[in-house]
């Protein structure tokens, strides 16, 4: 007690003896207790981590394991000398410097759980073996334009505890940031529109699309636009803002092709000729591979013809395949018809004549 007593009626500036010690013992307090969270606590969070499945509270343990002393240092001092009586200028710079270091390690903390988030991502579409083989680099983009929002806002939060008045400065900001946003509208319409491709994946490279009348394969996606193989050979490159705005048929995704078709036989033909071609079509198709019959019958009455719609599942998505079996059974039904002596309508004219 007389040691306390002596300390107190020490005078140091503003500040009693006593304070300064009360400071030195909260330090070394706080010290010791970050330094046992660190060496100790974290340690066997971090061998409990191991054994569960997943990874994610092992990044969070790894987030503190990177946090360096001289962290745990300066938020001993900051806390400690809270209770003494220093200049203002001293403490506002402190409180500057303690906001500046909560910052960046908040940012960095921040940073290595979206590299988690988006290194899971990758490695999982690496995996699938028609994933772009760009996606690594639309990963390092996103990580390029997160940490920047990221450091923007971190100097933001130091700007204004400087005493900048932030907002006029963030709505100077905007308005360049409109300007600019307004300037290149369409590189960064198609740039989000890709990241859409790539998240979402309403088609992969290599599978076969048709958008309005244009059809092909997909060769790239790239960050502005995606380059299609057409049919007839070209490259067609379409924006990849006009993909996401604009219906695609993706026929790599479908089990089987529907091929519904029409023909037409002569008026003339008999009655039990007719009756008897949906029992041929049937015939012809069950005798084909890769097809299944789904129905043929007589619709119409057209202007040249009695018509037939016939209607059966090719059991492939490739297009070459679906070629064959419709020239299969094209060829299949031209032989039979000529064998039954039933004649395919064409447009003609019967005049008749009166004497």
């Not at 990044?59 to 300066?74: D, Q, R, S, V």
């Not at 690594?136 to 983009?141: L, N, R, S, Y």
């Not at 400087?162 to 940031?177: C, F, K, Q, Y």
Request: charged share 20%; hydrophobic share 50%.
């Amino acid at each position: 007690m007389e040691f306390i007593e002596q300390l107190q009626a020490m005078k140091i500036g503003q500040n009693t003896g006593y304070d300064y010690f009360l400071t030195i013992v909260i330090f070394v307090g706080l010290a010791v207790i970050l330094k046992i969270f660190q060496a100790i606590i974290l340690a066997r969070l971090h061998k409990l981590a191991l054994k569960t499945k997943t990874e994610l509270d092992d990044i969070l343990i790894e987030i503190f394991k990177k946090i360096k002393p001289p962290f745990y240092f300066f938020i001993s001092i900051y806390f400690s000398i809270k209770i003494l009586v220093l200049p203002s200028f001293f403490m506002k710079t402190l409180f500057v410097l303690f906001v500046i270091i909560v910052v960046y390690e908040v940012i960095k903390a921040v940073e290595r759980l979206v590299d988690y988030f988006l290194r899971k991502y990758l490695e999982k579409n690496q995996k699938d073996p028609e994933a772009n083989p760009h996606s690594d680099a639309m990963i390092k983009v996103m990580q390029m334009i997160i940490r920047t929002i990221l450091w923007l806002i971190g100097i933001t939060l130091v700007l204004s505890n400087l005493g900048v008045n932030v907002s006029s400065l963030i709505a100077g900001l905007g308005i360049g940031g409109i300007a600019i946003a307004l300037a290149l509208q369409n590189v960064l319409s198609d740039l989000f529109s890709a990241f859409t491709i790539y998240v979402d994946k309403p088609f992969k490279i290599g599978d076969h699309i048709k958008i309005g009348t244009d059809r092909g394969e997909v060769e790239n996606v790239g960050l502005k636009s995606t380059r299609i193989r057409t049919v007839q050979g070209e490259q067609l490159i379409v924006s990849n803002q006009e993909l996401t705005n604009t219906r695609i048929h993706n026929f790599r995704r479908m089990e089987v092709r529907r091929a519904n078709f029409s023909i037409g036989v002569t008026y003339d033909t008999p009655a039990e000729k007719l009756e008897a071609i949906p029992i041929m079509i049937k015939n012809i198709v069950d005798r084909t591979e890769n097809v299944d019959f789904a129905r043929c019958h007589f619709v119409e009455y057209a202007d040249s013809s009695l018509n037939f719609q016939i209607v059966m599942d090719i059991k492939s998505k490739e297009f070459g395949a679906y070629l064959d079996v419709r020239q299969a059974v094209n060829m299949a039904i031209f032989k039979k018809f000529a064998e039954q002596k039933i004649e395919f309508a064409y447009p003609t004219q019967t005049i008749f004549v009166n004497k």
